[in-house]
Every structure is written in structure tokens, then in C-alpha cells.
């Protein structure tokens, strides 16, 4: 009899053991992890400060989501896109790149949208007050001139719109120094290479190394406009969209108008 309690006992104890570890699977089931995903981001030089902010916050609310941001020239970026580089999100400083990259197909059509809006400046370095209009760049006054190079940079090509409806483009040009991307031409005029330079507002709020003189008249060059959208190839489409959603959204409107851009946040 004794023998026989003994062995019910120690059936209910192997059943109690086996009950708590199927307990414990199921537990593990259910607070089990979002699978990790890196989202590779080309964005617009002229977006390095806002989007290093927005990357901190996103990948902060979003712990299973790594963002890896390529900048430079939209031109440049474009021509990676067209050559089949592993890029979800496109963000470029001109409509032109964006339109050819839908033209070949490369785009998801449906996830274009305008997201911001800029405005053309001249600078000088901080403490020179030689040049203060746009008029003066084809005087003796500027001997160098910094300009993005208009094949590949957009802020180059409003700034030969610009220089061209003002009517000193001629003048200009035999001064001008082409750089990569707009932070180069910002750089040079920081360290005093440049006398002057053409850039994007947002490029030059803040800074105490150069001086804002001159703010190119809104109808002397196309509207600078910023558009983003999902690339085709993307293997994290549906990740891709929400971060571009967020892009859209209010807080990182907030993060965009703190360095100098406008909002726009219309479709296509």
C-alpha cells in the first residue's frame, strides 16, 4: 500500500514538472522578438542634420529597426539607384532625379510624396562684408566663387537658374568652383577658400562660420522641392513605408522646420 502512495506521488510530481516547462514554451512564444531589419536610407547632403536627429528617434521607438543613411548629390544617389545598390528609401533636394528614377521603373509610385520645401542663399565667411547681393559676384569683389555642380547637384542647379535670370551668369562662371555637394561649398566658404557661396538656407542657419547676405527671389529659380519614396527593390517595402510615414509625420515636420526647411507632405 505504501509502495503504491509512493508511486502516485511521484507521477503527479514528473506531471507538475512537465505542466511548468510546457508553461514556460508558451510564455517564450509569446514575448518573442520582431525580427531585425536594416533599412539602407539615400538621403540629400543638404538632410545630414535633420535626418542624424530623426535616425536617433526612430531607432529608438523602433528597437528592431537599424537605419543606415547614405548621403550625397541626388545625381550621385540617383545613378547608385540606377545601378542596383540596396537602397529602401530615396530622399533627394531636386524633382529632377526622382522623376527620372520613376521614369525607368525604379520607383514604388504609390509611396512619392513632396516632403519639404528650401530656399536658395548666398553666403560669405563671418566678419566679410564685401559682397552683399548676388549683383556683386560679377564684380571684383568675388574672385572665388562656390557653386554645387549643376550635372549632379540640385542647389547648383538653382543657383545657375538664378545667376542666369539675373543675368551674370557669364561673369560668374569663369570664377566658380564646383563642388560635390552643397556641405563642400559650405565648407569652402567656412574656411574662407570661397569669398561667396550658393547654398540652402538650411545649410547655413545656425552657423557662425558664414553670413547669410543675400536670399534668392523665389521666382528666379524652379521650386526647390524635396522628394522621397520607396524604392521598388526594397526587400522592407512595408518597413520602408512606415519609415517614410514617419518622415511625414508632425514630430519629424517639428525636427525638419528646426533647421530651416518648410513643410510640403503632398502625395506624388
Known amino acids: 500500500m505504501k509502495k503504491n502512495i509512493a508511486l502516485v506521488l511521484l507521477m503527479c510530481l514528473i506531471l507538475a514538472v512537465a505542466g511548468c516547462g510546457g508553461s514556460t514554451g508558451t510564455t517564450s512564444t509569446s514575448t518573442s522578438t520582431a525580427t531585425p531589419v536594416e533599412l539602407n536610407i539615400s538621403a540629400a547632403a543638404s538632410l545630414t542634420s535633420p535626418m542624424n536627429d530623426l535616425k536617433a528617434v526612430y531607432e529608438k521607438d523602433n528597437p528592431n529597426v537599424k537605419l543606415t543613411i547614405n548621403y550625397g548629390s541626388s545625381g550621385s544617389l540617383q545613378k547608385q539607384i540606377e545601378e542596383g545598390a540596396p537602397v529602401d528609401v ?13 521614369t525607368g521603373g525604379l520607383l514604388n509610385d504609390s509611396s512619392i510624396i513632396k516632403l519639404l520645401g528650401n530656399e536658395l542663399v548666398l553666403i560669405v565667411p563671418a566678419g566679410k562684408t564685401a559682397i552683399t547681393s548676388f549683383a556683386d559676384l560679377a564684380t571684383d569683389k568675388a574672385a572665388k566663387i562656390g557653386l554645387g555642380e549643376p550635372g549632379s547637384v540640385p542647389a547648383g542647379q538653382y543657383a545657375e537658374e538664378t545667376l542666369t535670370n539675373m543675368k551674370i551668369l557669364d561673369q560668374v562662371k569663369p570664377k566658380a568652383v564646383y563642388g560635390k555637394d552643397v556641405k563642400e561649398v559650405l565648407a569652402w566658404v567656412e574656411g574662407g577658400n570661397a569669398d561667396a557661396g550658393i547654398v540652402y538656407t538650411s545649410d547655413a542657419q545656425g552657423n557662425s562660420k558664414v553670413t547669410v547676405v ?50 510640403i507632405g503632398t502625395k506624388g
Open 90 to 102: 530615396f530622399i533627394s533636394a531636386g524633382q529632377k532625379q526622382m522623376d527620372a528614377l520613376k
Open 214 to 263: 543675400a536670399t534668392a527671389p523665389a521666382d528666379s529659380h524652379k521650386a526647390i522641392v524635396y522628394p522621397a519614396a520607396v524604392i521598388k527593390a526594397s526587400k522592407n517595402a512595408a518597413e520602408a513605408q512606415k519609415f517614410l510615414d514617419f518622415l511625414a509625420s508632425p514630430a519629424a515636420g517639428d525636427v525638419f522646420k528646426k533647421y530651416g526647411f518648410t513643410i
